[in-house]
DNA sequence: CAACGGCTTGGTAGCGCTGTCAATATCAGT
DNA sequence: ACTGATATTGACAGCGCTACCAAGCCGTTG
């Protein structure tokens, strides 16, 4: 014999089978569909499973079946807040559901995210999760061939792989200077951290409402790679004001750039908004309560990671969403720090 | 024949180990022992493999040895950035190991923890790490019996189920009690949300300490089972002033608090800290940068997390760590907002 | 020159579960 | 009573990989 079983005591399938009185078959499929059974065989192998304590090989049941019940979620950053939203509302559509969540982070790198892809591929993911629309062409060509499920989360654009869920960039950063330029701001600058993708389009938005209203100047614009922080916010606040002494508002890329903004003018004494207007990018839950309170973009994190993970729910329930891409747009929240210049 | 072969065109291992012109055997070896292959087949394996896109069937893989590499981890929250840290350490230590995470949020319910713990027994999991050492007892039956390294993070305490890392959230709330004291404070408040069993024991440490300076008060406590944020901190700490308007220092059970408190002390123009000292805890990275800074407890988060992962490697590679519950301590980060009185 | 031991390689038989299809039981309708 | 349709159940084989053991190969030793 080429291989002594080495398990004697374990439960399974096979033996609540045997307790119960019914073939491995039915057994198995009581876990499955219990719908289908008898309620006589149904009840019978319930008390069979729950008298042996047994608990389904999951590995065994994936190589039977094809398939997991598993769904991948790829994100960038575990720190960021912003994700911790979205993954909170992917856990929160999951739960009480079959499937599981397997995580991975990609570090804002795509080539890391191409070799995360493949490691799920090897574990024939129930569906995916991505960030952003920014994927190499292997990783295009990798996600086309899975068969199962993709939702690209975070922004939208052109071209899906098979279902989006986010929000213009552009469109927000846009609007956020246009709130400005509607309260008499002219001389707004533009902090910047980390870059990615998404960073780069708010970026654009900005330069395409400054540009439009006449006003842009390379100037205003400070931005690094760095990852983003409160205390990078005052660093890049002070390096703006350097370059640029004559500024009135700073839009910030996001919500920790904007409050190290604010103490920054703390430090220098700079009254906020009356010397100095600030709005920041993802309304985080801290922006209503600072003092003065913050002017941000909300963006609906939640709503993004719990309707994506709908989308895949749905998808493999047989009832694929009807539109593809969804736009789940944002809101200028205008507070104290950038009302209107007197 | 009961089933017909639904995959003509998927290479799984056998594909590799004709095209090299070994043994299918072989072909396994070299995925996972690759030292034990002559040099030629390791070359031959390895461009047959490349050539094809050969990709490991994990569920396979798992039925047949009997184990998987994923590490299982059960949380909280991810909402709160001290486990954000945590978890960057614990993917940090595994990155480039060929161990992946499976990560769980028990939204503090120790029910939901034990459910969690049944569903990862599934999975044969290779390793896991748990949060806080306060589980059910049905979860420390199932703990023991699981046969693979278990890490409690976040605390230490008697009777680790395996390993354990952390510190003591009791000497730490001491600990900043004592520095507030050793400031001149006598009035000192304490202001806690969701109180989780860490959050009681600091607690513990806020009362002992008080008690030995015979300055406890039950006034001076305000604590609510709401889940922590900044918006809370500023209402807490209104509550606070209401119970106790003679109050001279708060110690706020996260950072979160804290700065809620900083800014519900501007809203009603309180000097920090001439009339309010306040203290935070797990000193966030914001801590350093707000105006004035403010005084925190500074835990190890992301340490915690990496060493826990690295404890389960090294499990898992058969070299034991000496000591299997480790301190990794506190230190009180002193700052402006709790500067001594004059 | 036979015996030995270390290294590499291969054969065999499963790991525990489920897809497929066939068989049987049940029931309504004529 | 018989037919056909539907609900339930079971037999069989195999998903893709690896544990175990055995065999082959080689150089070394007494």
Redesign the interface.
Known sequence: MARKRITPGKIRLTEVAKLAGVSPITASRFFRNPEALSVGKRARVESAAKELGY??????R??AS?R?EVIGVLIPS??N?VF??V??GI?DALDGSRY??????TRYSILQEERLL??F????PAGLIVTGINQTADSRVIMESVDCPIVQIMEIGPAPVDMMIGFSHFDAGRAAIAHLLDQGYRRIGFLGARMDPRVQRRLEGYRSAMTEAGLFDERLIVTTAVPT???L??TLFADLLAKAPDIEAVFCVND?LA??AL?EC??RHMVVPDQMAIVGFNDL??M????PTLTSVRTNRYEMGRNAAMMVLETLAGRRPAEPVVDLGFSVMERQSSTRRV
């Open positions: 608990v389904p090989n999951l590995a065994a994936a190589l094809q997991t575990l720190t807040n911790a939203d993954l909170r856990y599981s969540i397997q995580l991975a982070n493949r490691l591929l090897a574990q024939k922080s409160m205390t916010g005052g920790d409050l190290g103490f703390k430090r839950e801290f209503a309560s600072s003092v």
